[in-house]
């Protein structure tokens, strides 16, 4: 009811009219991200319309991206972010900018002696004590991404420091300058439990080295965000 009903003399064909209705429903966020659309029976009662109707309205819509279809449970709203990376910015920041709510499920919060890549990634010397941050991220309450990241525990007050974001326990430390490594990657059993996803779902796997003002190593992220769900936008110029 909330979506609308079909307009009468309308001479598109019915599953258009109804994809109509569903994409702009999705776009005013009538329907909103992540939401279960109602199974396809009832939508064909609801409009007086085949199942097949419905179908091929709905398929339009996957295809476009703006629903997506779970093994099991049924058609949902996407809940895509789409994400400039030609700017540094927190998965907080991001999702403020945005309107909505960031929030973290951490996973573990330790420190310890560096470890050969890590050492290797930070530029630490063998011996030397990091910090390490492992959390689901989310924004209005879906799953985005897991994270994990280990900083210097010299670049800290204290593990304690990190309640939700990063970059503002780091303050001036945040980084200024960040290198990216993008993979594309299924998702282990382990992760797509973690984020509620279908198993061997599609990522993108995100490796980040985040350097402060003066060139130390701040940062060293390993991120694994979910394809259905996030969008990398760039902007890209001819050089001068
Ligand atoms: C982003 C960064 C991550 C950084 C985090 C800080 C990417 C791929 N990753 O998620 O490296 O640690 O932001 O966010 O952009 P926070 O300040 O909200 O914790």
Redesign the pocket.
């Known amino acids: 009811d909330r979506v609308g009903r079909l307009p009468a003399g309308d001479t598109a064909p019915l599953y258009q009219q109804l994809q109509r209705m569903l994409r702009s429903a999705i776009e005013r966020q009538v329907l909103a991200p992540d939401e279960a659309l109602p199974p396809e029976r009832d939508l064909a009662n609801a409009y007086n319309v085949s199942r097949v109707t419905v179908r091929k309205a709905l398929d339009g819509l996957v295809d476009a991206r703006l629903l997506t279809r779970r093994q099991g449970a049924g058609t949902f709203v996407a809940a895509r972010v789409e994400?400039n990376?030609a700017t540094i910015?927190?998965?907080?920041?991001d999702m403020h900018s945005r309107g909505r709510v960031?929030h973290s499920e951490w996973l573990a919060r330790t420190e310890g002696t560096v470890a050969p890549e890590e050492a290797m990634a930070l530029g630490l010397s063998p011996g030397s004590q990091v910090y390490r941050f492992t959390r689901i991220?989310y924004a209005d309450g879906v799953s985005m991404?897991l994270?994990y990241?280990t900083v210097p525990a010299s670049s800290l007050p204290g593990l304690d420091a990190?309640t939700?974001?990063?970059?503002?326990a780091l303050g001036a430390d945040r980084p200024v300058r960040v290198l990216?490594r993008f993979r594309a990657v299924l998702f282990t059993d382990e992760q797509a439990e973690l984020l509620n996803i279908d198993r061997n779902s599609a990522g993108l796997e995100?490796e980040?080295r985040?350097y402060t003002q003066d060139g130390r190593t701040v940062?060293f992220?390993k991120?694994w965000?979910r394809g259905d769900a996030y969008d990398f936008v760039a902007e890209l110029n001819v050089p001068p």
């Open positions: 994400k990376f910015s927190s998965f907080t920041e960031p991220r991404a994270e990241a990190v939700e974001s990063l970059y503002d990216q995100i980040r985040g940062e992220t991120s965000y």
